[in-house]
């Protein structure tokens, strides 16, 4: 099974608010948007953002450029019903972020909560990182989050990298200076608990 066609099972199988990263408010994630001095007129992308309600509360903070990105069609179709006229607020991109075409310094804040950790493999990180250096604009911010150190080593059946803070910012190399950390505990839909590290960090380049 491909990656595409694992996403596509998770979505078309269960309800959105079943999954075990769904969140009623994604406040942790709002805060750090926030934190990086983020605006409305501020280009925020949300990468590998499934169904997430992220979207949802940065248009009703007013934001104008959001871009949505997700490797599941059937995801991104929730987003939009959910949405409802609003999803034409938002770019909506269907790709995988380890080859998807994505403009030049176009964003001001890349979000990404659980999507880096699945990357095992060395070669797909780095595709990752060198799709932020690309399309995140100079004095940008990179906004990741991850399973800590002591948070599954797996979800949805795939394996996951774990990472404490700093470790996560040196998969992002010189670049990016970290600039703060924060920690999550998760309460999945089925009432276990995840750990979570969010790392805000600014392209320095």
Same mark, same amino acid.
């Given at each position: 099974?491909?990656?595409?066609?694992?996403?596509?099972?998770?979505?078309?199988?269960?309800?959105?608010? %079943?999954?075990?990263?769904?969140?009623?408010?994604?406040?942790?994630?709002?805060?750090?948007?926030?934190?990086?001095?983020?605006?409305?007129?501020?280009?925020?992308? +949300?990468?590998?953002?499934?169904?997430?309600?992220?979207?949802?509360?940065?248009?009703?903070?007013?934001?104008?450029?959001?871009?949505?990105?997700?490797?599941?069609?059937?995801?991104?179709?929730? %987003?939009?019903?959910?949405?409802?006229?609003?999803?034409?607020?938002?770019?909506?991109?269907?790709?995988?972020?380890?080859?998807?075409?994505?403009?030049?310094?176009?964003?001001?804040?890349?979000?990404?909560?659980?999507?880096?950790?699945?990357?095992?493999? %060395?070669? +797909?990180?780095?595709?990752?990182?060198?799709?932020?250096?690309? %399309?995140?604009?100079?004095?940008?911010?990179?906004?990741?989050?991850?399973?800590?150190? +002591?948070?599954?080593?797996?979800?949805?059946?795939?394996?996951?990298?774990?990472?404490?803070?700093?470790?996560?910012?040196?998969?992002?190399?010189?670049?990016?200076?970290?600039?703060?950390?924060?920690?999550?505990?998760?309460?999945?839909?089925?009432?276990?608990?995840?750990?979570?590290?969010?790392?805000?960090?600014?392209?320095?380049?």
């Amino acid at each position: 099974m491909t990656d595409r066609q694992h996403w596509e099972s998770v979505y078309a199988s269960k309800a959105v608010d %079943a999954v075990s990263w769904f969140q009623n408010h994604p406040g942790q994630s709002l805060e750090l948007i926030e934190r990086a001095g983020a605006t409305p007129e501020s280009s925020v992308i +949300d990468v590998g953002a499934g169904a997430s309600s992220l979207v949802d509360a940065l248009l009703g903070e007013g934001y104008r450029h959001l871009s949505v990105l997700d490797l599941s069609a059937t995801a991104l179709a929730h %987003a939009k019903a959910r949405l409802g006229e609003r999803a034409g607020e938002v770019d909506w991109i269907e790709g995988d972020i380890r080859d998807v075409a994505l403009p030049a310094a176009a964003y001001d804040v890349w979000h990404d909560r659980a999507v880096f950790h699945f990357l095992t493999a %060395a070669e +797909d990180r780095r595709a990752y990182v060198a799709q932020v250096l690309r %399309a995140l604009r100079p004095g940008g911010h990179l906004i990741v989050a991850t399973f800590g150190p +002591d948070g599954p080593t797996q979800c949805s059946g795939l394996p996951v990298v774990r990472y404490a803070p700093e470790a996560l910012r040196a998969e992002f190399g010189a670049p990016f200076e970290l600039l703060e950390h924060a920690s999550e505990v998760h309460v999945t839909p089925a009432g276990k608990t995840q750990h979570f590290i969010y790392c805000l960090c600014r392209k320095t380049l």
